[in-house]
Structures are given as C-alpha cells and as structure tokens.
C-alpha cells in the first residue's frame, strides 16, 4: 500500500465525499420510510373497511424497507473504507492504480 502524507491527504478528502453520498443515501431511506409511515397513518384514518388491504400491504413493506436501509448503509461503511485505503477491492478488476484512483 502506498502510503505519503499526499496521498492520505487526498484519500481522506475522497472519503468525507464518500460519507456526503452516504449520507444524502440515508437521507433518502429515511425519507422513503417516514412516507411509508404517513401513508399507513393516512389509509387507516380516511376509511377503515376500503382501505384495509392497502394497510395490510404497506404494514407488511415495512421489514423490507429497513432491511434495505440498513443493507444500503452497511454497503456505504464498506465503500467509505475501502475509499480510505485505496480501493483494493477496485483495484482487484486490474484496471490500474491511475484510472482505479480517477474512477473513484
């Protein structure tokens, strides 16, 4: 690995903008789920009998969204560390160390 205080410098301004894209990913899960929740606030108020199959399914959508969530931000941690060190798993498609750290 190499490593000069430049290098590091520039990894590490690399991986805060990592952490903004994580970031603004989570920002938008989260979004998503407190809509999820809103709508089954809403469908339970406006009609209790019509609207029940409507509920049962955005009740049932809930486990899955915060299974993504949590799957997208654990991705996240993974890129934002391996942003850090110098994209190894990146740099293991052999594409080079010079298009690997322009790519990423």
Do not use: C, K
């Not at 000069?4 to 970031?23: C, D, E, H, Q």
């Not at 969204?65 to 931000?73: N, P, R, T």
């Not at 934002?80 to 990146?90: E, Q, S």
Request: charged content about 5%; cysteine-free; aromatic content about 20%.
């Amino acid at each position: 690995v190499q490593v000069s205080p430049g290098l590091t410098v520039l990894r590490s301004i690399y991986s805060v903008m990592a952490v903004f894209m994580g970031g603004f990913l989570f920002i938008l899960g989260f979004d998503i789920l407190l809509f999820l929740f809103i709508h089954l606030v809403s469908v339970f108020n406006e009609n209790q009998g019509i609207g029940i199959a409507d509920f049962v399914a955005s009740f049932f959508s809930v486990p899955v969204f915060v299974y993504s969530l949590a799957f997208a931000m654990t991705l996240v941690t993974s890129f934002v560390v391996d942003t850090f060190y110098g994209n190894p798993f990146i740099r293991s498609f052999g594409l080079g160390v010079v298009f690997t750290e322009w790519m990423a």
